[in-house]
Nanobody, 125 residues
Framework: QVQLVESGGGLVQAGGSLRLSCAAS????????MGWFRQAPGKEREFVAA????????YYADSVKGRFTISGDNAKNAVYLQMNSLRLEDTAVYYC??????????????????WGQGTQVTVSS
């Protein structure tokens, strides 16, 4: 059974930083692209960042470029999201996701089993 478990969310002031972690288990993820999505209240889930299995390519939403950094550790089946200069509009539930195809991952067209349960990030003024 595939499991993606996020951690590291919390409450932070605007301008602060948080680091999210996602631990994957249940299969070998060494050939999987992994990524992060977020969903704010009343809004649809949106792509945040993705990284290919080799770590050679990363992708970011325009809204987080220059502030967020995605990284991965194949040996640990883990992916991280370092979030700096956080803004009020970054408040959302952040979800980890995985798929062998990074292009499919970026649009979120992946099975339900390959999503985490989410971790709340709240940015306060």
């Amino acid at each position: 059974q595939v499991q993606l478990v996020e951690s590291g969310g919390g409450l932070v002031q605007a301008g602060g930083s948080l680091r999210l972690s996602c631990a994957a288990s249940g299969r070998t993820f060494s050939r999987y692209a992994m990524g992060w999505f977020r969903q704010a209240p009343g809004k649809e889930r949106e792509f945040v960042a993705a990284i290919t299995w080799s770590g050679g390519s990363t992708y970011y939403a325009d809204s987080v470029k220059g502030r967020f950094t995605i990284s991965g550790d194949n040996a640990k089946n883990a992916v991280y999201l370092q979030m700096n200069s956080l803004r009020l509009e970054d408040t959302a539930v952040y979800y980890c996701a995985a798929d062998p195809n990074v292009l499919r991952l970026r649009v979120g067209a992946i099975p339900d089993d390959y999503w985490g349960q989410g971790t709340q990030v709240t940015v306060s003024s």
